[in-house]
């Protein structure tokens, strides 16, 4: 298994995988970069320093299970995958195209690595309990299952019958994480259909909680510490975050929920991350699959 890698090289790391999900937004024409954005940091820390998990055996049977609930979110998740070696750079080319296995929406039948068919919003989160309590029941001492949530999707009514049962139940390999980001597909969260207070509402279903700056490594790689000591109750951590962070442009506006840079707005989101600003240059060095640095 690798093993975990410093913190300053995920933060470099981060900002590949913010110009990946540029790269195959922009590509497809289509598609969903303001989460990717907002989770890219924390997700990295998850992926490259703490998910047990094995490219050369992707079932095998003591990994943890990663299940992105809010699955537009896909580009983030094929992102990962292919820079943890599940899947090859030249695939990200082909991002929602007819065809692709790497579709809007991720497929657990379709793309290795993936634990769980996602989109519908809401479905995610009990899959995953049920994992985790499948996990359980077969013995499985070390799996933990980690689920990632949108706010916005934790408007869904089934996510707090999940947080119920996963407390009555004492599910404690469950870790949810949120991308408080305060956003959603019309607008910002508070003002749409409001979900705070919600550490108080985590608590009172009986949630160990625990809160970080999405953004920053310290904390984040903190709460995870925290997260993994053992607990009886499941775990949420809030990660606050912002909406297409990392590219200041384009920063904290719910209109970039769903929809791909253009060709000049790719030039200044490239430059804003460090990256050479030529969009097209890069899909066709991503073609070739030469994405590495
Ligand atoms: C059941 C269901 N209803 C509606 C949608 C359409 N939809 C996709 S993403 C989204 C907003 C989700 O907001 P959030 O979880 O905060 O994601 P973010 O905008 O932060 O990426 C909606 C309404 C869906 N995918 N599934
Ligand atoms: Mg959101």
């Known amino acids: 298994m690798q093993p975990a890698l410093p913190l300053n090289d995920v933060r470099r790391l981060a900002r590949l995988i913010r110009r990946d999900v540029l790269v195959q937004t922009y590509a497809a024409n289509s598609g969903h970069p303001g989460g990717p954005f907002s989770a890219a940091d924390y997700l990295a820390v998850l992926w490259f320093r703490h998910l047990r998990i094995d490219p050369q055996n992707p079932q095998w049977r003591e990994r943890d299970r990663f299940v992105l609930s809010n699955g537009h979110c896909s580009a983030l998740l094929y ?68 689920c990632n949530l949108g706010d916005g999707e934790l408007q869904e ?35 749409i259909m409001e979900v705070e207070p919600l550490a108080d509402k985590f608590r009172s279903f009986r949630w160990r909680v625990i809160e970080a700056n999405g953004h920053d490594y310290e904390a984040i790689e903190s709460a995870y510490q925290q997260a993994f000591m053992p607990d009886p109750r499941p775990t949420v951590i809030l990660f606050r975050t912002r909406m297409m962070a990392g590219a200041p442009t384009f920063e904290n506006d719910p209109g970039w929920h769903g929809k791909p840079l253009n060709r000049d707005q790719m030039a200044v989101a490239l430059r804003e991350l460090g990256f050479d600003s030529d969009a097209d240059a890069l899909v066709e060095r991503y073609r070739r699959g030469d994405a590495e640095a």
């Open 157 to 191: 009514g089934i996510m707090w019958e999940t947080a119920m049962a996963a407390a009555h139940y004492r599910t404690d390999n469950l870790l949810a994480m949120v991308d408080f980001n305060n956003a959603q597909i019309d607008g910002y969260v508070s003002d």
């Open 79 to 146: 992102s990962l995958l292919a820079r943890r070696g599940f899947i090859p750079f030249s695939s990200l080319v082909t991002f929602r195209a007819t065809g692709s296995p790497l579709q809007g929406h991720p497929n657990r039948l379709k793309v290795s690595g993936v634990e769980a068919s996602t989109g519908s919003l809401g479905q995610g989160f009990p899959v995953a309990h049920g994992m985790a309590l499948g996990a359980k029941l077969a013995k499985l001492e070390s799996v933990r299952v980690i």
